[in-house]
């Protein structure tokens, strides 16, 4: 069941967002190489307590398995969902930041990738191409639009620049819990797929890889990686549906 969010709980899952936004700008401004993704992690950790909510992440289980610290942090070939360690970043690296809250009852979720000092042309223009298709889709999410037509947007310009998107991992509805339906691909046919109504809330977030789409899982049971080891790239915004259009929740 897909659950409609009055006006009142949009703007509390939009204080959630800021949230959200304003540690994932600290980190950004803050890594650089020579940093572990541990302190990163011990750093969204300390911020979000001060800000008066709680990592969304930190205690997260599936099928058994249980997330045990606050940031995914996916490095060069990683797609999503890295466990922060000891790992010393590397001048040259493209880092995934994966973060949410709890505020209020209400989740809050986003994730950017960055480069670590000079990237290589390949992977600047990779991270440049994801986030135009997160942008151009989120502009997909208005009344009476499908989520193929999200879809179809993000998958055409990822394909379109030579890059693949993943299938495996998908976007979600958000709310009281972190994943809620529908789910969000981020491929698709236009005009198909569930009807958008205002007061849906989706997290989009398209994961798109400089290789081939096939993926693989890493001995930990959460890591995702490209089977062909070429980077990848990942960003997400959590977004409102509103009668007058889409509504960003999750950016300054």
């Known amino acids: 069941m897909i659950y409609l969010k009055s006006r009142a709980e949009i703007e509390t899952m939009r204080r959630a967002g800021v949230i959200v936004a304003e540690v994932l700008e600290t980190l950004k401004e803050t890594v650089r190489p020579g940093m572990t993704t541990l302190e990163l992690d011990e750093l969204a950790e300390r911020l979000t307590y001060e800000k008066g909510a709680r990592p969304a992440f930190k205690g997260y289980a599936v099928a058994g398995r249980v997330f045990r610290n606050s940031l995914c942090t996916s490095i060069n070939e990683e797609i999503v969902h890295g466990i922060p360690s000891g790992r ?10 994966d973060f949410g809250v709890v505020y209020e009852g209400f989740y809050g979720d986003s994730a950017v990738t960055v ?3 000079e990237v290589s042309p390949e992977a600047e223009r990779l991270m440049q191409v994801t986030e135009k298709a997160l942008n151009e889709g989120i502009e997909t999410l208005r009344e ?8 179809n947007t993000i998958q055409g310009i990822a394909e379109g620049s030579g890059y693949s998107v993943v299938r495996e991992f998908v976007g979600h509805g958000i709310g009281k819990k972190l994943h809620e339906e529908p789910p969000v691909p981020n491929y698709g046919d ?3 797929g569930c009807r958008l109504r205002a007061g ?7 994961m798109v890889n400089a290789g081939r789409k096939e993926i693989t899982i890493l001995d930990d049971g959460w890591t995702a990686v490209t089977r062909d080891r070429s980077l990848a790239a990942h960003f997400e915004h959590s977004i409102a549906i509103t009668a007058e259009g889409p509504y960003v929740l999750s950016r300054l």
Do not use: Q, S
Not at 144 to 151: A, H, S
Not at 200 to 206: D, F, H, S, T
């Open 88 to 97: 010393v970043l590397a001048e040259g690296d493209i880092l995934g930041m």
């Open 115 to 117: 480069g670590l000092g």
């Open 144 to 151: 009476g639009n499908r989520l193929g037509d999200l879809g």
């Open 190 to 192: 236009a005009g198909k």
């Open 200 to 206: 849906m809330v989706l997290a989009v977030e398209p």
